[in-house]
């Protein structure tokens, strides 16, 4: 697979990591756009929201806690989340993957 986030998650390629579980990696955004710009990565290679299954669910209730467990770590008092679906809203590599943003 020529993902780049599957190498990372296999540290194939090197990021500068933020936390990680069994399901998820949190990593720094190589092009911030934000003070604190951060990406919670699912460890499990889905293209984006529109490839979902029933069956990961419980994936993305795990990814939003994910981002606040990394959050309150971080003292972040106000952040925003945001998940991009295609090339036109602005998913640049697909695998899904939620942005977390602070420090406004």
Known sequence: MDCIFCKIINKEE??????????FIVIKDIKPSAPVHLLIIPKK?????KHLEPEDKDL???????AQ?????KNL?????RINVGRGAGQIIDHLHMHLFSGF
């Open 60 to 66: 993305m209730g795990e990814m939003v806690l994910c």
């Open 14 to 23: 090197p990021s500068d990591f933020i936390y990680e579980n069994d399901n």
């Open 45 to 49: 290679h889905i293209d984006s929201v």
């Open 69 to 73: 467990k990394v959050a309150k770590e």
């Open 77 to 81: 008092k106000d952040y925003r989340l």
